[in-house]
């Protein structure tokens, strides 16, 4: 009859750009340097939020973007002088960084129009 031509099969390694299981690792990884990390959240958190609160009372006060930044940046203070978890610290700091960047390019842009 005929030979069959087989290639043998191996398993194939999928690379997924999954971010929250990438960034929920590295967090795990970086259990021991909690306490380090938490006091640099709170200083890199205030400090961009009290730049973009700045730009909200600036000129004429925006009231929504006031309490946005005032509520995220104390959020994360406040888990971490309770001693929350790193995992919820880190992604209430991420949710606030996010927020705050964009919050502050949009009133730049504002300043600049």
Known sequence: MGTALTTPLT????VAFN???RINAKIEKEKGNAIGISIA???VGTGLASITAALAVHG???LPILMTVT???MATNAAVIS???LKT?????LVSMGVNIL???YQVFNLMA
């Open 71 to 73: 509520i995220l940046a």
């Open 19 to 21: 971010l929250i299981k």
């Open 41 to 43: 959240f709170v200083m």
């Open 83 to 85: 001693q929350q978890p």
């Open 11 to 14: 398993a194939k390694r999928i």
């Open 60 to 62: 004429t006060l925006s």
């Open 89 to 93: 610290t880190a992604w209430l700091f």
């Open 103 to 105: 919050l502050l390019f």
